[in-house]
């Protein structure tokens, strides 16, 4: 477990980049702090693995104030997956990948090993292990970077916006992935965006910062939907505009798959029916989280491969 107990940062010329934050964060679940710019989810996020320190307040894991730890100590415990991947360019796949366990003492062999059975793990070919970053699509670039982020077995993995740079296909494919990889190994994820919808999609907790870190609201993804707290997270979800008011379109024919479409009457999602055009899926299918569809590495693995 996690928590941040009235951390506030302030910088030398006077910004508050967080004022007074308190939070739990659960073990083995994911937690996604998602807002505008200038909110502090990063600067909060940062601050769990002292990449950034509070001016003042405490930061705990599992109880223990982290300020009493060696930041290196800490960070080489703590998997951290960052924006366009953040690999370095002089090295190949499997020693990206094994850049921590290197540094942590492991053997060559050992941590090339490890490497790969973690490009197992996040569904990249074992033939890329050799390959540079510039020879990677995005999307493998960023399994990757998810891949270097595990290679340690840390129990917390932060994840700071790090599907932003890539195009919405291979997105999709990487926030399915991330459910995949949580139902398997059940870490405790801390994830940074400024998507609703990616939030949503993702966190079993989820909470709505504005400006200087302040929280106003937190809870699940059902609650905030069904109970916005108040204007700002009503625009900030789409509630305001209808986005999340959906009918079925009275254009779908019986018997055929039946169209959704907004408050102001744009598609937005298809219902399938026996019958229609797609496929119809159950909501669990073996032992797939609700939240999961199918998954296709197609699109990142082919690239440049």
Do not use: C, W
């Amino acid at each position: 477990m996690i928590e941040f107990r009235d951390v506030t940062k302030t910088y030398p010329d006077g910004t508050h980049a967080v004022r007074g934050f308190s939070l739990v964060i659960p073990a083995r679940q994911i937690t996604v702090l998602v807002g505008s710019s200038g909110s502090g989810k990063t600067t909060l996020m940062r601050m769990i693995n002292r990449m950034v320190d509070p001016t003042s307040g405490t930061v705990e894991i599992d109880g223990q104030d982290i300020s009493k730890i060696e930041p290196v100590q800490l960070r080489r415990g703590i998997g951290y997956v960052m924006q366009n991947s953040g690999l370095l360019p002089h090295r190949t796949v499997a020693e990206n990948i094994a850049t921590v366990p290197r540094l942590t003492g492991v053997p060559k062999a050992a941590a090339r090993a490890r490497a790969l059975e973690l490009m197992d793990t996040v569904g990249l070919a074992r033939e890329l292990a050799d390959r540079y970053p510039s020879q990677l699509s995005g999307g493998q670039q960023q399994r990757v970077g998810v891949a270097r982020g595990l290679a340690v077995d840390p129990n917390i993995l932060l994840m700071d916006e790090p599907f932003s740079a890539v195009d919405p296909i291979v997105r999709d494919e990487l926030q399915q992935e991330v459910l995949r990889l949580q139902k398997q190994l059940a870490k405790t994820i801390v994830f940074v965006s400024h998507d609703i919808d990616e939030a949503f999609l993702l966190g079993d907790q989820v909470v709505v910062l504005e400006q200087g870190g302040h929280i106003v609201q937190q809870g699940t993804p059902e609650q905030i939907l069904a109970e916005p707290a108040n204007d700002f997270v009503a625009t900030f979800i789409g509630a305001d505009r209808g986005k999340r008011r959906l009918s079925v379109s009275s254009a779908a024919s019986r018997g055929d798959d039946r169209v959704l479409v907004d408050a102001g009457g744009y598609p937005v999602g298809v219902i399938a029916a026996p019958g229609g055009r797609l496929s119809v899926a159950s909501a669990r299918v073996g032992n797939a989280s609700p939240k999961s569809r199918s998954v296709s590495n197609k699109t990142d693995q082919a690239g440049d491969a």
